[in-house]
């Protein structure tokens, strides 16, 4: 088994993807904040599957919390992580500091609407122009050819190839199907925040999500499919933050035309927010 060649400093890492790429090599990077489970590292797969040398970067990134969220407690532990990618044969990991990415006197920002409105920016919003930055920082700093990210946090995804687009950055992104636990429930580095009573519960998520797309097929109208599911979540224990049906490519509301659609929802269970969806296709 052999180490991925780590790379802490900007410089280093693009000397390394130049020399990639004269070789020919095409280039795909999985950017992630660590405590990888099989979720990351399905991630990493489907880059192998496309690509000739896969780059994992590893960085909790402070500007997508907020004071009052997890930085500080984030699950953080790089030999292991290092370890799991070493197993799969991964060529490089970018591990770089705060400092690294946010030097001293750094006073640039991204602002992003489009689908980044609404849903997630409703309780976090702050997050997704965090978000931008650091991607669009990991980005830069690597200039793949491809970057994978995990369609579990969808909005992000959309949010991510709509500032890819309008940047005119010249990156492919594509997204990877979510992987769950045996009980549906899709996988996260949030669910170690979860007591055993309430990792029990929490498949109640992801069964709510299957029921609420049941009830679509079976020409329930959106609304009482929507209050049903809210409804159901509420009574198990959930506080429920959002669950909406929205279109697939922009994430705008619903309307009669729409004709791929995806289900999301964001709850929280004891002092863990866990978040979901699912896509459904209207009927012929």
Known sequence: MTRPRI????TGLRADVEAARRAGRRIAMVPTMGALHEGHLSLVRTAQARADLVIVSIFVNPTQFAPNEDFDAYPRDNDCDIAKLAALGVDAVFLPTV??????????????????????????????????LVVTKLLLAALPDLAIFGEKDYQQLCVIRQFVR??????????APTVREADGLAMSSRNRYLSARDREQAALLPAVLRETLQALDAGTTVADALDRGRRRLSDGGFAVDYLELRAADTLAPVDNATRDMRLLVAARLGATRLIDNMGWSRPS
């Open 99 to 132: 400092g690294e990415m946010y030097p001293k006197g750094f006073a640039t920002g991204i602002t992003v609407g489009g689908p980044s409105q609404d849903l997630e920016s409703v309780t976090r919003p702050h997050f997704f122009n965090g978000v931008a």
């Open 166 to 175: 309008d940047l005119n950055i010249p990156i492919e992104i594509d997204g």
């Open 7 to 10: 790379f802490e400093t900007i």
